[in-house]
């Protein structure tokens, strides 16, 4: 790209309110990284510790949710991975925050398999009606109860998103051909 290509793109950015933006393979690692330069941000930014708080809660949850459950992966050679190399999957897929108004929205994406679209929408439309007192019920009945099959984690990252958020998530779902399908999950704080 041209410096003016990229040039452009940060304007657009800028004019959309965007403080932050990625788009790539994540890692832990980069999860770490990047979740530093976020929190030097919000402390810049002098915000209450709250609204911090949450909005740090909801990008590490989103960046999981990718690091774990992206479709679009770079799997590890056996013959370049050598023994001390980690050989864990490179997920892909993106993710922004907002500053607008007094608040912030998170969102983010990534490709998923057409198999795990109804199960997700079921599992985000319940997520999306219960109000505050569901979301906590749900929360701690999740905790105790075994992790779903096919689950990376404790199965509780789209309620604490839920619950962090001021307004209900909001989702959609865009297939793209016969295997693939894009995800996308916004949250305001």
Known sequence: MLA???FELRSQ???SGIIFAYCGYV???VLSGVG???KRKLVLDDMDTKTARSVF???VEQMQNIIRYSAEREKPHAASSGK???RSDLRYGIMTISRVGDGFVVKAGNLIGVADIE???VKLESIRRADKDELKAMYKETLKSEPEDGSKGAGVGFIEIARRASRPIN???SAIDGRVAFFALEAEI
């Open 13 to 15: 950015l800028h004019e």
């Open 36 to 38: 530093d330069a976020l």
């Open 4 to 6: 003016k290509d990229l």
């Open 57 to 59: 809660a909801v990008f």
């Open 171 to 173: 989702f959609d779902i």
């Open 84 to 86: 001390s190399a980690p």
């Open 27 to 29: 890692t832990e690692s």
């Open 119 to 121: 199960p997700l929408r």
